[in-house]
């Protein structure tokens, strides 16, 4: 992806509840991959999902899964009965394997009991 | 092993010195790239090795340089070190075919510049 955005830069919720992260791309290739990554505490870049864009389906693996409207460029990340744990900074990623791939911002997620 | 290496974790360089940062990983993955992480900043990519491929960003073509000997280890140099650089370097590889694959990264460097 030439540009990923992320409008939030930061969510509060309390643990056990769903939490919703938005992401916009924009791209001029015609076969691209998403991804979502969490950044810990310790500042180590987790890989936690990924969407193919010639996939219609939404990627789901375990409490994560995707909103994927290609045709408005957005890709989000939900994470269902959320934990303390996953109080983390999450990165949207886009782009292909002979570019590399480009970041957003990034949205930080708080946890409370 | 399916983590990448990163070494050293923390490096202390002076303005104007060299510094070499070090990657390896035995996934056998084709592809390792070197970003860069600032606080409150996006990733950003500064160069990738497809094979023995080196592909450069042009905005960071000249300020950094790699090599990669082998299938498994990849450098990230810097000839001349400035308080700019400093930063966190992230190394990540990844294998181009094959379903749900993804570039993973190590814990990354961090590099200070005084």
């Known amino acids: 992806a030439q540009k990923v955005t992320q409008t939030q830069t930061s969510i509060s919720v309390v643990e056990k509840t769903t939490v919703t992260m938005d992401c916009v791309y924009e791209?001029?290739?015609?076969?691209?991959?998403l991804f979502w990554y969490k950044q810990t505490a310790s500042g180590e870049i987790v890989f936690l999902i990924r969407?193919?864009?010639?996939?219609?389906e939404n990627a789901t693996v375990g409490h994560y899964s995707l909103n994927f409207q290609k045709p408005k460029s957005s890709i989000g990340l939900i994470i269902t009965a959320t934990q303390i744990e996953d109080s983390a900074v999450y990165f949207c990623?886009?782009?292909?394997?002979?570019?590399?791939?480009?970041f957003g911002l990034g949205t930080r997620v708080s946890v409370f009991p | 092993d399916t983590t990448v290496k990163q070494n050293p974790r923390y490096k202390l360089a002076r303005v104007g010195k060299p510094v070499n940062l070090i990657c390896s990983q035995t996934?056998?993955?084709?592809?390792m790239y070197w970003y860069q992480k600032k606080p409150n900043q996006a990733p950003k990519l500064l160069l990738f090795y497809y094979d023995k491929i080196l592909n450069r960003e042009a905005d960071t073509f000249e300020k950094f340089q790699s090599s990669r000997p082998n299938n498994s280890f990849c450098s990230l140099y810097i000839g001349s070190a400035g308080l700019e650089y400093s930063a966190m370097y992230l190394c990540?590889?990844?294998?181009?075919?094959?379903?749900?694959?993804?570039?993973?990264f190590g814990e990354g460097t961090r590099l200070s510049v005084l």
């Open positions: 996934m056998n993955h084709d592809t």
């Open positions: 990623a886009g782009g292909n394997y002979a570019q590399g791939l480009t």
């Open positions: 990540a590889s990844s294998r181009r075919t094959g379903a749900n694959q993804a570039p993973l």
């Open positions: 791209t001029r290739d015609s076969s691209y991959f």
């Open positions: 969407q193919d864009s010639y996939k219609k």
